[in-house]
């Protein structure tokens, strides 16, 4: 074993920390066999060749979908398993009140025993990969081992992986050190543990996406996030785009949104008729990476290199960006599939098919109650695919921001959109931004879930000291972008949306864009500034004024009750409950009385 380690490592690598680990690991897991991934085409056809063979993946039709393959997990393994990641620090405080600890010797302990001797039989895949544009002063590079083909083939589409990675290593120490096991995918036996004292990750018994490639929400946000509040940097869950205004300025916003509220579709947005001479280019849909840069304004990269996205509700019409991307060198997860081999999943195009075989392989009939497609299936395509990825993707610096928006889904109170005062007022509407239910039976508007920064699960630390550490930033930031909150899902009386959404958020984004330019008006309010009348360009928008005023109004009686509930988030954070954030809560109910 000892000699393959070397033997085909010494042709990528002679880093001897890495050597050691990848030796420990193995001496760990007793794989039969270790492949080191060097990224190369050769390699991608050798190991999808191996996981068609082995019926991890199933080739679609090349004439419908040229290089798609699908592949189904078990179906107890179909998601992020929030209640099974833990922040393993020294002290329980340093994970704070929003996350799960666990110490890391408790944690090292457990799972050292599930990792002993579990790849006897099975292949250990050795994946050097880069968070980030080769060369930037922000990417990282991590290891990750996985006896999954899945996830090698997975990391190569979402990360820069192979030998560049290596070569950006060299013979340093720092990097992340990322080990995976499928093991039987027991719920009762699945942990993903962060360790970022050790910038280390242990995911046990999983193989879905968020919780097996570990450059994602494992290195890119929670180890990424402990890095950025000790190294004076950013690691966040936004989007990044590009808006490109008629005379070809551009203007670059991040945007942050609790998963499955159209990230992927805002980032990708196709402007309406209207807008036609305005074009928007995507940088990232998942994470932003900010740094301030040697103007005094703040930097955004994206860390990864391809999208994982919700398949269901992807159509030509809220995102035909996203259907060109996935038409081809795409492997989808738990999606249906078509009798001529092509995928399918609820709110596609056209008729819904007489037949098809479900997510779990099944046969499955149009009418059937069951759905056909899982509700968290996904596409993992290659950024490269998107028709508007912006030609800054690669570079080393990253785009300069300008605005940055929190977005929530919330069904009442919150106003389509609303810039801040300052930066301590616009942390505050990002710290407070949450996520509401409906109880549709009675019409009662349910409970919101807070989701600071929409980063409730991936804040790799105390969420107090992360509130903090956005209020710190402000001194470091000569230059800031201007900060303002959005809500594409205020509901009328009648329960109905009473904004349309996707490519319509484009007449937001303008007044965004021109608001962090200072070049249109707006109206002052006791929570912030909103558009007065005319300053929304509604031209050729085909719904009633009365709607949108609706979706714009700030009601004060709303307000006073959201104020009022905040007071219990903030209690919750505790003795690190950033204090600005509470004088702001205080300084808008007084505004109110
Ligand atoms: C998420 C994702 O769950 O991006 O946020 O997959
Ligand atoms: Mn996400």
């Known amino acids: 074993m000892a000699s393959q380690i070397d033997g085909t490592a010494t042709t990528l690598t002679r880093n001897k920390a890495l050597l050691d680990w990848v030796r420990d690991c193995a001496a760990l897991c007793q794989p039969d066999r270790i492949v080191w991934c060097d990224g190369s085409e050769a390699e991608k056809e050798r190991l999808t060749k191996h996981?068609?063979?082995?019926?991890?993946?199933?080739?679609?039709?090349?004439?419908?979908?040229?290089?798609?393959?699908?592949?189904?997990s078990n179906p107890n393994d179909v998601a992020r398993v929030e209640h099974l990641t833990f922040i393993c620090t020294k002290t329980q405080e340093a994970a704070g009140p929003t996350n799960n600890w666990m110490a890391p010797e408790e944690a090292y302990g457990k799972l050292t025993k599930l990792f002993h001797g579990s790849m006897k039989g099975r292949t250990m895949y050795v994946i050097p990969y880069v968070m980030g544009p080769l060369g930037s002063p922000l990417s990282r590079v991590g290891l990750e081992i996985t006896d999954s083909v899945y996830v090698v083939l997975n990391m190569r589409i979402m990360t820069r992986m192979g030998k560049p990675a290596l070569d950006m290593l060299g013979d340093s120490n720092d990097f992340n050190r990322g080990l995976h096991c499928t093991g039987d995918l027991n719920p009762e036996r699945r942990y993903i543990c962060h360790f970022p004292e050790d910038n280390t990750i242990w995911s046990f018994g999983s193989g879905y996406g968020g919780n097996a490639l570990l450059g994602k929400k494992c290195l890119a946000l929670r180890i990424g996030s402990w890095l950025?509040?000790?190294?004076?940097?950013?690691?966040?869950?936004?989007?990044?785009?590009?808006?490109?205004?008629?005379d070809g300025h551009m203007t670059y916003v991040t945007g942050a949104f609790p998963s499955a509220c159209g990230k992927t579709n805002f980032a990708m947005m196709i402007p309406p008729k209207r807008f036609a001479k305005w074009k928007v280019w995507t940088v990232g849909d998942d994470i932003a990476w900010m740094r301030v840069g040697k103007d005094g304004r703040l930097w955004a990269v994206n860390p990864e290199n391809g999208y994982f996205g919700v398949a269901p509700g992807t159509n030509f019409g809220s995102n035909p960006n996203a259907m060109k991307t996935i038409a081809r060198d795409t492997i989808f997860t738990n999606v249906a599939m078509t009798k001529d081999g092509d995928v399918w999943w609820e709110g596609m195009d056209g008729e819904v098919p007489d037949e098809l075989t479900d997510w779990q392989g099944r046969p499955w009939k149009k009418g059937s109650t069951e759905k056909a497609a899982h509700p968290n299936s996904r596409f993992t395509a290659p950024m490269t695919n998107n028709p508007v990825l912006s030609k800054h993707v690669n570079d080393p610096e990253g785009v300069p921001i300008s605005a940055i928006v929190f977005g929530g889904r919330r069904a009442t109170t919150v106003p389509l959109v609303l810039q801040s005062f300052n930066w301590a007022h616009g942390v505050f509407l990002g710290a407070t931004l949450g996520s509401e239910t409906t109880a549709a039976a009675t019409g009662k508007v349910g409970v919101v879930r807070r989701d600071p920064m929409a980063m409730l699960p991936f804040a790799g630390y105390n969420m107090g000291e992360y509130l903090q550490h956005w209020?710190?930033?402000?001194?470091k930031i000569p230059y800031p972008p201007k900060l303002f909150q959005v809500n594409w899902f205020r509901k009328g009386k009648d329960g109905k949306f009473l904004w349309p959404g996707f490519g319509e958020n484009m007449r937001v984004l303008k007044w965004i864009v021109d608001r962090a330019h200072v070049r249109v008006g707006g109206q002052e309010t006791p929570f912030g500034w909103v558009p007065k009348a005319g300053d929304l360009d509604l031209s050729g928008l085909?719904?009633?004024?009365?709607?949108?005023?609706?979706?714009?109004?700030?009601?004060?009686?709303?307000?006073?009750?959201?104020?009022?509930?905040?007071?219990?988030?903030?209690?919750?954070?505790?003795?690190?409950?950033?204090?600005?954030?509470?004088?702001q809560r205080k300084l808008l109910l007084s505004r109110l009385d």
């Open 542 to 583: 085909d719904i009633p004024a009365e709607k949108v005023d609706e979706a714009t109004h700030i009601d004060a009686g709303e307000w006073k009750q959201e104020l009022t509930e905040e007071a219990d988030f903030f209690e919750m954070l505790g003795k690190f409950s950033p204090e600005t954030l509470q004088l």
């Open 51 to 72: 996981a068609v063979d082995t019926g991890v993946l199933i080739p679609l039709n090349p004439a419908k979908r040229p290089g798609c393959y699908l592949h189904r």
């Open 471 to 475: 209020l710190d930033m402000q001194e």
């Open 228 to 246: 950025g509040k000790d190294e004076g940097w950013f690691a966040e869950h936004m989007l990044i785009l590009g808006v490109e205004s008629p």
